[in-house]
């Protein structure tokens, strides 16, 4: 089974580059624009690591990883 990597970038293109870099080494790649909705994919699929943007919209960086310790402390 491949590890998975969860993704959470507002910047579409950071995103694509990451997705691409990491899926040819191997990893599955899970991805989301907001960090709410990035929240809900850790929590649905427990990725091996989170990479995220600190500075989004919404939801930003700090955020996501306070709610993520919140579900796995």
Do not use: C
């Amino acid at each position: 089974m491949k590890k998975s990597i969860l993704i959470i970038d507002d910047d579409k293109n950071i995103l694509r580059y990451l997705k691409d870099a990491l899926e040819e080494k191997g990893y599955a790649v899970l991805e989301s624009a907001k960090g709410d909705e990035g929240v809900r994919l850790y929590q649905h699929h427990k990725p091996f690591l989170v990479l995220t943007d600190l500075r989004m919209a919404g939801m930003d960086g700090l955020g996501v990883i306070e709610k993520i310790l919140q579900i796995d402390p």
